[in-house]
C-alpha cells in the first residue's frame, strides 16, 4: 500500500524524514531527539510510528500539558526516556508593561533575527510583564547572552524549570456548518463569517495559513483535522467531516479559538 496517498504531496518530504528516523533507531539501536515539531508534523509522525512496531517506541514533549510545539524522541524500546531526554530549556523575562505592549510576534521576532531557526523555538508565553520561552538546550546559553532586548523592552532572560512554564487556557468553540465544498475559501467563509470575496482576499494577500503554512489557492482542499489561521481573526480547525445533505452539500463541524 502506498503510504503518501494519505498524506499531502507536500508533507512528503517530512513523512521521508520520519520514516528514516525511524530505520536508523532500528538499525543502530540509538534514540534520534528531533527538532521542535509543530501539531500537524506530531499528528503525522504518530500516525506512522504509532503501531511501527515493538521494537522502537516514540514520545514527545514541549515543555508543558498544553504545549503546542514539541521536540519528539524516537527510541529502542527498552530505552529510558525522561524528561532531561528532551533537552528542553525554559528561559523566562519580566518587562513593565505598564509602559511597553509586547506581543507573541515581537518576542517571535527578536528570537528569528539571532539567525536561530524557528525549529529550535518552542512555545512562547506573553503575559502581563513576564516572557518566557520553551528552546532547545543546545542553544541556550547563546539566547541569553545575546536577547537583551525586544523592541523598547530591556529584559534579562533567567533558567526557570519547567514546571513553571504558564500553561495557556485553551477554549475552542464548535459549530456546525454546511458548505458546498471543502475549498478553503468556502470553509473560511463559515468559520470567520465573512464573505467568500473576504476570504479570498485574506488569501491572495497571504494571511492564511494552513497547517502552519501559508496557502496562496483559494481552491486548496481541506481535509479533517486541518489547522487554519487568518491573521487578525485567530485560529480554527476543521474537526470534522459528518457527511452530504440531500442537497449534496457537506456537513462539517469546525471549531475556533477563543
Known sequence: MDIYQHFR??????????LSWKEIVEQTFQSKLTDFLDPREQQ?????????????????????LTAERKRAV????????????????????????????LSHPDVMGAFLSLGIKRKKLG?????????????AEEIAAYVQANLTSIKKATIQLDKKPLSSKIEAETN?????????????????KE?????????????????????????????FNLQEGDLLSLRGRGRSKL?????????????ITTAILK
Open 9 to 18: 504531496k507536500e508533507e512528503q518530504p517530512f513523512i521521508d524524514q520520519v
Open 44 to 64: 503525522i509522525m504518530e500516525i506512522l510510528l504509532g503501531n511501527a512496531n515493538e521494537d522502537i517506541k516514540s514520545s514527545m514533549n514541549g515543555g508543558g
Open 74 to 101: 524516537i527510541a529502542p524500546f527498552y530505552e529510558e526516556v525522561n524528561e532531561d531526554t528532551y533537552q528542553l530549556t525554559l528561559l523566562e523575562a519580566t518587562y513593565q508593561d505598564k509602559f511597553i505592549k
Open 123 to 135: 512555545d512562547i508565553v506573553v503575559d502581563g510583564g513576564l516572557i518566557q520561552i520553551i528552546m
Open 172 to 188: 475552542w468553540i464548535v459549530a456546525d456548518h454546511t458548505v458546498s465544498s471543502l475549498r478553503l475559501d468556502a470553509v473560511l
Open 191 to 219: 468559520v470567520y463569517n465573512i464573505s467568500r470575496k473576504e476570504a479570498a482576499d485574506y488569501i491572495k494577500k497571504l494571511q492564511v495559513k494552513v497547517n502552519y503554512k501559508v496557502v496562496e489557492d483559494s481552491k
Open 239 to 251: 474537526d470534522k467531516i459528518n457527511g452530504r445533505t440531500k442537497k449534496d452539500k457537506l456537513r
